[in-house]
């Protein structure tokens, strides 16, 4: 059994008993909160194993007008790539919206250039790539800890399988692009460059290799569910496996990334352990 100790406005300390605490902080936040207050965590679980869904993107210039920031985003997607290999990490492809402030955040450009990049955006789509992290030994996620003033951080490491598989899934999304009929293609590296054949495509993946933007999507994980103690910190019902008034109803309870946007999983997830 737990309770809560917190102050007021005016500084009191006072404790609150309840039946039940749910902790909905997400996937950073909940994990934070169980850091601060020291819960019992024998395996050194908590923050561990979270996942980020890393985004790539490449933007494909039209002579055509796109309009990438009218309608609903997310209304075109492929799966095709999305089991992976025992070498790559799987990704979701998607369409995103490009509305003027996402899009003049991709260019690392200044000035007139950067001028002439937001005048082409009416011709612009972009597409995104989803990399689906946590399911091959060399993808474990990240880590979120508390720093020096007692804020949570997240540590994600790009180690070599990162970078191969962010590479290849880049590669085929920019080629794609090319293809398909692209005046030019910006695939998103730092201080990249447009590219409009598959000569320059090459001799810019050589040359910007380590220089991958990577965004991120979803963050899920944290405080995974399952039945063994030793891999996982709430069961099947979202109980802690030490405390028993305490629940988590979020997305951390995720022991690996989905194939797809978290949200509606987090949804069916809380409801089947507020009502089961």
């Given at each position: 059994?737990?309770?809560?100790?917190?102050?007021?406005?005016?500084?009191?300390?006072?404790?609150i008993k309840a039946k039940r605490f749910f902790l909905s902080a997400g996937s950073i936040g909940t994990p934070a909160i169980m850091l601060r207050s020291e819960l019992k965590d024998p395996y050194k679980l908590i923050g561990k194993r979270t996942f980020l869904h890393p985004t790539l993107m490449s933007a494909y210039f039209s002579d055509k007008?796109?309009?990438?920031?009218?309608?609903?985003?997310?209304?075109?997607?492929?799966?095709?790539?999305?089991?992976?290999?025992?070498?790559?990490?799987?990704?979701?492809?998607?369409?995103?919206?490009?509305?003027?402030?996402?899009?003049?955040?991709?260019?690392?450009?200044?000035?007139?250039?950067?001028?002439?990049?937001?005048?082409?955006?009416?011709?612009?789509?972009?597409?995104?790539?989803?990399?689906?992290?946590?399911?091959?030994?060399?993808?474990?996620?990240?880590?979120?800890?508390?720093?020096?003033?007692?804020?949570?951080?997240?540590?994600?490491?790009?180690?070599?399988?990162?970078?191969?598989?962010?590479?290849?899934?880049?590669?085929?999304?920019?080629?794609?692009?090319?293809?398909?009929?692209?005046?030019?293609?910006?695939?998103?590296?730092?201080?990249?460059?447009?590219?409009?054949?598959?000569?320059?495509?090459?001799?810019?993946?050589?040359?910007?290799?380590?220089?991958?933007?990577?965004?991120?999507?979803?963050?899920?994980?944290?405080?995974?569910?399952?039945?063994?103690?030793?891999?996982?910190?709430?069961?099947?019902?979202?109980?802690?496996?030490?405390?028993?008034?305490?629940?988590?109803?979020?997305?951390?309870?995720?022991?690996?990334?989905?194939?797809?946007?978290?949200?509606?999983?987090?949804?069916?997830?809380?409801?089947?352990?507020?009502?089961?």
């Amino acid at each position: 059994i737990i309770s809560l100790i917190a102050k007021n406005a005016n500084n009191k300390v006072f404790t609150i008993k309840a039946k039940r605490f749910f902790l909905s902080a997400g996937s950073i936040g909940t994990p934070a909160i169980m850091l601060r207050s020291e819960l019992k965590d024998p395996y050194k679980l908590i923050g561990k194993r979270t996942f980020l869904h890393p985004t790539l993107m490449s933007a494909y210039f039209s002579d055509k007008v796109v309009e990438g920031a009218k309608g609903a985003p997310q209304t075109v997607y492929s799966n095709h790539f999305l089991e992976g290999d025992r070498e790559h990490m799987g990704f979701k492809l998607e369409v995103a919206p490009i509305h003027p402030v996402l899009y003049a955040t991709v260019f690392d450009t200044y000035g007139k250039e950067h001028f002439n990049y937001m005048q082409e955006r009416p011709h612009v789509s972009a597409q995104i790539l989803l990399l689906r992290d946590g399911l091959h030994p060399e993808s474990q996620g990240g880590e979120v800890f508390i720093n020096e003033y007692g804020l949570p951080q997240l540590k994600y490491d790009q180690n070599n399988f990162f970078k191969k598989s962010a590479l290849r899934a880049l590669k085929i999304l920019s080629a794609g692009q090319l293809n398909a009929g692209a005046k030019g293609v910006y695939p998103g590296f730092y201080f990249s460059k447009l590219v409009s054949n598959h000569n320059e495509l090459n001799e810019l993946f050589s040359a910007k290799e380590n220089q991958i933007k990577v965004f991120s999507a979803h963050v899920m994980g944290g405080a995974p569910m399952g039945v063994d103690e030793k891999r996982s910190v709430v069961n099947m019902k979202a109980q802690s496996h030490y405390y028993e008034n305490l629940y988590v109803m979020d997305g951390s309870v995720l022991p690996t990334s989905l194939g797809a946007n978290p949200m509606e999983t987090i949804y069916g997830l809380v409801d089947y352990f507020l009502t089961d």
